[in-house]
Structure formats: C-alpha cells, structure tokens
C-alpha cells in the first residue's frame, strides 16, 4: 500500500478541520500519517508522497525538509496566489491518484544552496525561490563584489542582491524588476536591488553557474535570507557562494493547471489598458 503524509501549521484556523477531512477520504486507498510543521519533524518519513496544505509560503518551507530526503509533494492551495500549491482542495484525491500511478509527472524545481563564510566558520542555508543579500538596516547601503565561475561581474552599492531561481522568479525577483522564467527552466537569475548605477541590470544566467559574493566595505549589518524564512547575518569581507542544490524538488501539479494561467489571473499580467474616457 502506498503511503501519504499529510503536512501542515495546524496552528493556523481552519487548517486542523481540512487535513482531517482529506485524511479520512485517503486513508480508504493509502495509509496516512499526519505532520505538524509546527512540531518536530521525522528525519526520514516513511512516505511515498507528500501533501502540503498551506499557500506558498507553507511549500516553500516543505521544500527545505521534504527535497534533500527526496520526497515528491502535491501542494494543496490553502493560500492566496497558488504559484507552488497547484492543487484545489475538490481535486486532491484525483491528483494523489494520478501522481502515484504515474499519470502525472512531476515538475523538477531548481534549489539553491547558499554557503556562508564568516570568521571562519561556515554555514549553509537552502531555498526553494531565492537566496537575497541585503542590508539588515532598511536605510543603509551595502556595498557588494559578485564573481560568477571565478570571474569578477560588477561591484556596486545598493539596497542587495537577490539570485533566485525559475521558480522564484515570481517572487522577490519580480517586485525588484526582474524577469518571469517557467517554472521547469534550469536557469538563475540574477537580480541587483537598487543599484546605485546605471550599468547593472538583471540577468538570466545557466543553472550550472556558481555565483560568489563578498560583502565589500565596512559592514556589519548584512543579511543573507533564503526564501525570506530563514536567515543569517554577516559582515565587512564575508563571503556567500550560491549555486544549485544536488537535489530538486519534485512537485506534482493538477493536470490542468497552468503558470501562464495564474500569472494572467493573479497578477493580471497582459490585461488591456482602460481606453474609456477619462471619466470612466
């Protein structure tokens, strides 16, 4: 018999009713375990699959957990936009259905390790949208040397540096001006905030490339966050080595769902202007 997990923040409303509605339900073809991300997680589960109920903050952080021990999910979209959570709650048993007898193919996501040197020590975060280098001051300027393969490609001051991937190009990366990418695309993108010149821009680089960054000038007040969930603070010649995760994350999507969909839908991209009149 094949086995589910279920995970969730049952702390957050509503959340408790609809995990138990979908456990009964599967619990009649599959064996269930139920997990609480609000709790202390299993170093392996002995899971076929994985169901996420949450938005895409939640799949965010079960990509962390769930991607090095490599087990695929669906995303159960409990949230708002549903870039990562594809599936609709009245579809769920159709898509765990479909994705374990293979109907389906998952999605492989990119994800990207950032391995923090400071004071000798070192420290490595991992994320599923992007790895962002800012200021932990709002009103302070950083100042930032970044090498791709080995080779120096700008040194500037601004607000950071956001490297995400094609899955979190909708992210982050979109608010700073950057570009959408599919979310199967094996690519980084390179995205400076702020910068105080008019000769760096984004940038669409290869999935095998290895990004450097070292933190140029005096600073002390630099954080370098992954996903926007977990983060660490560096300083003054501190560097960050970014570059893809030997692992992806596999994640299942209804059959009808589609990026380009909810990119119109969600973010009204390509809607038409308003050629009414002005008082319309």
Not at 9 to 21: I, L, Y
Not at 46 to 72: H, K, N, Q
Request: with cysteine.
């Amino acid at each position: 018999m094949k086995r589910l997990g279920l995970f969730a923040w049952f702390s957050r409303a509503g959340v408790a009713d609809t995990v138990e509605r979908h456990k009964t339900a599967l619990s009649k073809d599959y064996g269930v375990s139920v997990f609480d991300f609000g709790g202390k997680l299993p170093e392996r589960p002995e899971i076929d699959l994985a169901v996420v109920f949450g938005g895409d903050g939640t799949i965010l952080g079960a990509a962390r957990y769930l991607a090095p021990r490599g087990i695929p999910a669906v995303g159960l979209n409990l949230g708002k936009f549903g870039f990562l959570a594809g599936c609709r709650d009245d579809r769920c048993g159709e898509v765990v259905r479909t994705a374990l007898s293979g109907v389906i193919e998952p999605v492989a996501r990119t994800m990207l390790t950032a391995l923090i040197t400071a004071n000798g020590a070192n420290e490595e975060l991992t994320a599923l949208n992007d790895i962002a280098i800012t200021s932990s001051v709002a009103t302070h300027m950083i100042g930032l040397d970044m090498s791709i393969n080995g080779i120096q490609v700008s040194c500037y001051s601004g607000d950071g540096l956001i490297v995400a991937t094609a899955t979190g190009s909708t992210a982050y990366n979109l608010s700073s001006g950057g570009p959408l990418v599919t979310p199967g695309e094996d690519v980084l993108v390179v995205t400076p905030l702020a910068p105080h010149t008019l000769s760096i821009r984004p940038m669409v680089i290869s999935g095998n490339d290895v990004i450097d960054v070292t933190v140029a000038g005096r600073q002390a007040d630099v954080s370098v966050t992954a996903d926007g969930q977990t983060a660490s603070v560096i300083g003054s010649d501190h560097k960050v080595r970014i570059r893809r995760a030997p692992y992806k994350f596999m994640l299942y999507e209804d059959e009808d769902w589609s990026f380009y969909r909810v990119v119109r839908s969600k973010l009204r991209w390509g809607e038409e202007p308003n050629y009414g009149s002005d008082s319309d």
